[in-house]
């Protein structure tokens, strides 16, 4: 059986489902794909519900993620996860979106309904459910730092905030144009907007506003790989901060060791992977309780990103 497919695979059920046990009917989109986690995941609670089903991963290029949708549509798909890079692509494919998509310009779960293709966004509610779990609370009221708030992520996880409350965003970014964006996108956009400054990583203010902040949310790509350096250096983090890093490898990411050796409370971003895919598994199949089969796959999964 194949590890990744590709959109020709998307040609027939025949070739698509060829010495499979279930047939293909959700699936993760992006490039590169091969390494994500969602897979394991979903097919626990897939195979936990008693669905017959596969989840599967798909190679797309760039500008074939319409193509690809309305094949996967034909073919008779319940849905798919959409990742990098693909998740605006995706939301101008989508015949209707959720308006938290909208607001976030971005999907990364797609539902084929009688309707057409409906695009929704966990990647938020998945981060808010995930930063309930670390820290037993929202961030509702508190002071909060992102790095990388320019990003895909990072801006998502800034309206997450925002919309959840938030007293005070700090928006960090290396190319600070595109956190001056999101700072000015959430004041439009939200009903009463947090009070937001946007800070360039060299600012030599940054340290010392990092540790007047209740949590830091990294939302760079730095710490993939081991020996990737933080996206903040020590002086910015003091005992008793929250810390939340989106990002996750196999073993604890460098900011992670850095914040904890601190005193700080830290996370990576494997629960917000489990929640935003438990988020999406709840879009396909109302009712269901995936949470805890997906945590047992990805708890016996060593690696991935
Ligand atoms: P993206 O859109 O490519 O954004 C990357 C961000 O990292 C940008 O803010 C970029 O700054 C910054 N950056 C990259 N290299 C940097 C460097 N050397 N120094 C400082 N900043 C740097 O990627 P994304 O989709 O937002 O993903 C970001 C990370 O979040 C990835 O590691 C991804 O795996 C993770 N993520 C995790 C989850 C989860 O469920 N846990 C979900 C989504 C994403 P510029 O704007 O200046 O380029």
């Known amino acids: 059986m194949k590890e990744v497919f590709d959109i020709d695979d998307l040609a027939d059920r ?25 897979p394991q995941m979903h097919q626990a609670a897939l195979d936990a519900h008693g669905i017959d089903a596969r989840y599967i991963r798909i190679d797309i290029a760039p500008a074939a993620v319409g193509e690809a949708l309305r094949r996967m549509r034909d073919l008779g798909f319940t849905g798919c996860n959409v990742t990098v890079p693909h998740k605006i692509e995706a939301l101008e494919t989508c015949d209707s979106s959720e308006p938290v998509a909208r607001l976030l310009g971005a999907v990364n779960t797609i539902a084929f309904t009688n309707d057409g293709i409906h695009g929704s966004n966990t990647d938020a509610p998945g981060f808010l459910k995930a930063f309930e779990e670390a820290f037993g609370r929202s961030p509702a009221g508190l002071a909060m730092l992102i790095a990388g708030a320019g990003g895909g992520a990072g801006r998502t996880l800034a309206a997450a905030c925002a919309m959840a409350g938030a007293s005070q965003l700090v928006l960090v970014n290396r190319t600070v144009s595109k956190a001056n964006a999101v700072a000015e996108q959430l004041r439009s956009a939200t009903h009463s907007p947090p009070e937001t400054l946007v800070l360039s990583p060299d600012d030599p203010s940054l340290c010392a506003i990092a540790r007047d902040c209740d949590a830091i949310v990294n939302a760079t790509s730095l710490g993939l790989s081991a020996d990737e350096p933080p996206s903040l250096p020590a002086a910015a983090f003091r005992t008793g901060q929250m810390v939340f890093d989106a990002v996750y490898r196999n073993g604890p990411t460098s900011l992670v060791r850095l914040s904890e050796s601190l005193g700080c409370k830290s996370v990576d971003g494997r629960l917000m992977l489990l929640h935003q895919g438990a988020l999406a598994f709840q879009r396909w199949f109302p009712g269901t309780e995936p949470l805890e089969s997906m945590r047992r796959a990805l708890q016996s999964t060593a690696g991935g990103s």
Do not use: K
Not at 18 to 38: D, E, K, N, Y
């Open 14 to 38: 025949v070739r698509l489902d060829l010495g499979a046990a279930h047939p293909a009917r959700l699936a993760v989109i992006g490039r590169p794909v091969a390494h994500s986690l969602s």
